[in-house]
């Protein structure tokens, strides 16, 4: 996903000359091209998360459109009081794009995983929270934000996620991509676990189960009328997210059915909420929360059967 | 630049005490009052609050909007009555809303933000080849902020020299005096080290505007100006509880006389 934000934020710039990116001393290698072709458009600020929010409301009060990038973990909970004032309460549409978000790099332990980032920016007003599904989503997502008034949060990944949609698939933020349509349960995953969200379906149609597949790339503001609609074709709805449970696209699929009251039984799958208390890469720690796709579909059957 | 003021100093001070019958944070607005009357009377370029070229204000130490409410309204740049300061209903918060007004350049209240933006908005002058200035008003306390540093470096760093940082330099805090809380062996040093050209200001009428015109020009430039917070309402002046000061009614005839009083600097 860094490479197709990279060539994203590239074409962009050179369409646009008030683009600036703000970096905090991240990202350096990712943007190595970017700098080439515009090194006054990319700034080192260095380590000063709050102070890279900051500056960015002052740019983009002063005309520039500003993308921030650093590690999820850091430019959201280190700048939080900062999003909340300097972006989200004077509302202004600074972009900002968090790298090796959920549990990316899980070895580097709890200070590198952001796995609670959609739970608090979520909480703000005037901010738009996107977890793009795959590389496409992650163009579609970069591009959409231009035309944003008020403030956006771009939550990636770097785990060589597959494309999962055509480069001219039909994006608009605060609508969710339908990938394939099923019978009786639908998934709804948001940001990477798309890829697994497929793998859970491929092993479902060995049993002739049909499972339904969409992208929930917004989490806020959430497509309602989507969840809505599955009424009419599922009885069952899963979450998928690599993020706290209950507390990000879970959490907020649940709000909607409850809030219009909608015969619909909700099964999330997330991380739990909690600290690693070992090592673990990645893969070691999505088998050990039991979020690969043979688990995930293990436990949707056995609770089918109960 | 010489704007037309239609309220003088003593008005506004005399302003300030019936808008504070139930609202604090009138000792820092008396302390502030002075320098942003000057800046706005004598230093800031602002023909409207539309020109991309203006000179720009940052209130970073937002407890003292009611002092820029005055001065704006004074100068005809603010569509309120004052006097809804903090009623319920009103545009007017008591912290600065970025929302109330377009004279309103950022919201603040929460210390330590202001810097960040102003050297975003100083960035951008330079993106932009223009040549508006942006200045600062915090207070000594709020320089206890990191935040303030982080930004402070980045200023030097990229040699913002049309940013300016006022320090409303009263030497009190909400809980103490600064000297108390947290104390700096030399706060001019500080802000040397951290490569700004520094200046002091003893009588802001008098010299505020030189030490503004005579800077160096290369750096960013750091003011201490000296003041006395809640400075008119003499048994509050420098005294460690007026931060949370409310004016009581009875006392507004004697503070009124404490404001007549006091020496025009």
Redesign the interface.
Known sequence: MNKAMANKLISIAERNKDV?IILVDLGYKIFREFRSRFP?RC?N??I?E??A????????????TVFIYSMASFITTRCF??IK??LC???IPVKIIGGNSGITIGSAGATHQAIEDIAIIKSLPNICVIAPGDPVEVQCAIEASMALTSACYIRITKNGEKPVHHANVSFQIGLAIPVHHGKQIAIISTGNLLNTAIAIRNLALVHNFDIGIYSMHTVKPIDTELIRRLVNKYEIIVTLEEHVKGTGLGGEVANVILEYNLPLKLWQYGLPNQYPEIVGDRNYLINQFGLTPEAIYKDILQKIKR | MNYKMISSLEDIRKQLLHMHLETSHIASSLSSLEIIYELYSNVLNIDSMDAQNRDRFILSKGHAVSALYCVLKSRGLLEYNIYDFAKNGSMLFSHPDRRTSKSIEISAGSLGHGLAIAVGMALAAKYNQLSYRVFVLMGDGECEEGSVWEAASIASRFKLNNLIVLIDSNGLQDSDYVNNIMPVKSFKNKWESFDWELAECNNVSKELSKSILNRMNDKPLAIIVHTIKGKGIKEIEQQIDSHRFIVPKEKIPQYIKDIEELETT
Do not use: P
């Open positions: 600036v006054d700034i600020i260095g000063a709050s102070s929010i900051g500056i960015a409301a002052g740019l983009s009060l002063c005309g520039k009081e900062q004032i300097d309460h004077q509302n």
